[in-house]
């Protein structure tokens, strides 16, 4: 089992940053790889990006390449989302996951993730 709590959302106007923490409990944190996804109101869930197990791979989908960071630190137990020069269109609720499979590959795919986070909201104003 794996608990995960966001924390870091909430209302911030076009051009501005937040960072979002994900802190994780239950298995050994650095033996899965962790990700975000987002979900704006009457569309899917939505791949954002992933971190592997170490923090030394990373994958961001297009829409956010160059403004948004994933980080993560083990000691600590927690995967951050830096997210710079935030836009409209980047509003969702926000949600951290968890991937236990082993393997070497970054999962984009919901369906991938064993464990999801409650969310947490990001408004972006205009």
């Known amino acids: 089992q794996v608990q995960l709590v966001e924390s870091g959302g909430g209302l911030v106007q076009a051009g501005g940053s937040l960072r979002l923490s994900c802190a994780a409990s239950?298995?050994?944190?650095?033996?899965?790889?962790m990700g975000w996804f987002r979900q704006a109101p009457g569309k899917e869930r939505e791949f954002v990006a992933a971190?592997?197990?170490?923090?030394?791979?990373?994958y961001y989908v297009d829409s956010v390449k160059g403004r948004f960071t994933i980080s993560r630190d083990n000691a600590k137990n927690t995967v951050y989302l830096q997210m710079n020069s935030l836009k409209p269109e980047d509003t969702a609720v926000y949600y951290c996951?968890?991937?236990?499979?082993?393997?070497?590959?970054?999962?984009?795919?919901?369906?991938?993730?064993?464990?999801w986070g409650q969310g947490t909201q990001v408004t972006v104003s205009s």
């Open positions: 971190i592997n197990w170490s923090g030394g791979v990373t």
């Open positions: 239950g298995r050994t944190f650095s033996s899965y790889a």
């Open positions: 996951a968890a991937d236990l499979t082993l393997s070497s590959a970054l999962q984009i795919g919901a369906h991938a993730y064993d464990y």
